[in-house]
């Protein structure tokens, strides 16, 4: 979502006649987004302000300012403690960007925009045209979170749950696809929470499936709880919806769960995946896990392992336990970190394992790959495979924005490497 609102930050300034630059040393304007998920997310904020103050120690300084989470959680702190910070702005109030700096250009008095308007942000937003022209684009629908889990800081930096209207969004991925872009992944923090004077993320999908030059569609992050059936039923029938699902699941435990106000059971997560299979059968999953968190047992981690061989991730992210400041688990005691160490390495070799055994299934099957753009080096382009899998092709001709047919014939733990098949007419997708 940080990456969408850069982006929508940049499509702002642009009015204000600020354009990007590559070359640090000649912008007059500093813009840090930032993330605020885990630990360290204000000392990377310092380190880089350093960075600019010391790029500019001979020179007028530029407007610095810190966006995202970080200027929401910690401005106040941020400005009394970092004097050559300008302004900070949070992740609901950025479309006042142009003021901010228009104040700044004319009187040296600093800023602190963090209120949640979040309605007003996306109205204004709805008047400024989205140039962004990736073949594959972020298009964001819904914000913040009512759920309030125990470790994560969401609720108190992005604010209530709130969703755009089918109206703006519609509009904005037409304005995508007139750009080129042929696959939309929609956002959310709670995305399939969506809710907009009754009209659901199933609605959403169904309208955005007439597009048609719009190939393919994704949405993310997603909460098991909110998985009801018309969404379930939208993944049997909608041919767009690509059969790769982010179903973060923190735990195998549901003892730990409860503990992290999840409000859901692992059979009750089961149960939701049980249902997508049974309406996709291609349908893969990637989730996220968080290790050692307060009161986890070697018999709890232990679960955690059971869940994550039983499903089979395709990939998934697994972090320690951060403690973050101002939530209710940031009180919790500490599983000690030699242990959390131990427990995410031993996690993360197997979720590595299932992930290279179902990479190497792949070497000679045949998958359709959206290709985003040319690769680093000569004749190679780079797409994704309908499970998101990083596709890379050897190809003479342009291959950006085609969905082709591969064969994979080799992989990294990152990448596959494959041959476009010329005619097109393959045996067997993988499924
Ligand atoms: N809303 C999504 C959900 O409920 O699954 C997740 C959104 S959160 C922004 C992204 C991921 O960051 C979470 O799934 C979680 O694994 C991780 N995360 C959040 N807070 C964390 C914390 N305090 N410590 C470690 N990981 C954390
Ligand atoms: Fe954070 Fe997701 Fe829980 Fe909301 S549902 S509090 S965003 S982890």
């Known amino acids: 979502m940080n990456a969408y609102d850069s982006d929508r930050i940049l499509d702002l300034i642009k009015k204000n006649n600020y354009v990007p630059t590559n070359d640090i040393k000649e912008a007059d304007c500093y813009i840090l987004n930032t993330c605020h998920i885990r630990e360290k997310a204000t000392d990377k904020v310092y380190h880089e302000v350093g960075r600019v103050k010391k790029e500019f120690r001979d020179k ?39 003021k901010v700096i228009s104040n700044l250009e004319i009187k040296d008095e600093r800023i602190n925009e963090t209120e949640f308007e979040t309605i007003a942000k996306f109205d204004q937003l709805d008047l400024v045209h989205n140039t962004n022209d990736d073949i594959s684009s972020f298009l964001t629908i819904q914000e913040g979170c009512d759920k309030f889990c125990k470790f994560c800081v969401v609720p108190y930096t992005r604010g209530p749950e709130y969703s755009r209207s089918p109206l703006q969004i519609i509009s904005e991925a037409k304005q995508l696809v007139e750009n080129g872009c042929k696959e939309i992944i929609l956002l959310g923090q709670n995305v399939n929470a969506y809710n907009f004077k009754n009209k659901k993320l199933s609605d959403l999908l169904y309208s955005l499936s007439e597009i048609k030059d719009l190939q393919r569609i994704r949405y993310t992050t997603s909460h098991p709880k909110d998985f009801t059936e018309d969404l379930i039923e939208v993944h049997g029938k909608c041919k767009k919806l690509m059969p790769l699902l982010h179903l973060p699941v923190q735990s195998g435990s549901t003892k730990i769960l409860k503990s992290m106000n999840r409000n859901h059971t692992v059979e009750e997560y089961l149960e939701v995946i049980n249902k997508l299979k049974a309406k996709n059968p291609s349908i893969k999953f990637s989730s996220d896990f968080i290790i050692a968190y307060p009161g986890e047992t070697e018999n709890d981690f232990d679960k955690s392992l059971k869940l994550m061989k039983q499903v089979e991730y395709i990939n998934s992210y697994s972090f320690i336990f951060s403690a973050r400041p101002g939530t209710p688990a940031a009180n919790l005691g500490k599983i000690q970190l030699e242990i959390a160490k131990e427990r995410l390495s031993i996690f993360q070799k197997v979720a590595d394992k299932i992930k290279s055994n179902y990479r190497n299934g792949l070497i000679n099957s045949y998958v359709k790959v959206l290709f985003e753009n040319k690769a680093r080096s000569e004749n190679k382009y780079f797409g994704r495979d309908e499970h998101f899998n990083s596709v890379i092709v050897n190809s003479n001709e342009d291959l950006s924005g085609m969905i082709k047919t591969v064969q994979i014939n080799s992989c990294n733990h990152n990448t596959l490497f494959g041959e476009v098949v010329l005619n097109d007419k393959p045996k067997e997708y993988a499924a």
């Open 60 to 98: 007028k300084k530029p407007i610095v300012l810190i966006t995202g989470c970080v200027a929401q959680a910690e401005g106040e702190v941020l400005l009394q403690k970092e004097k050559y910070i300008d302004g900070v702005i949070g992740p609901q109030s950025y479309h006042e960007i142009n």
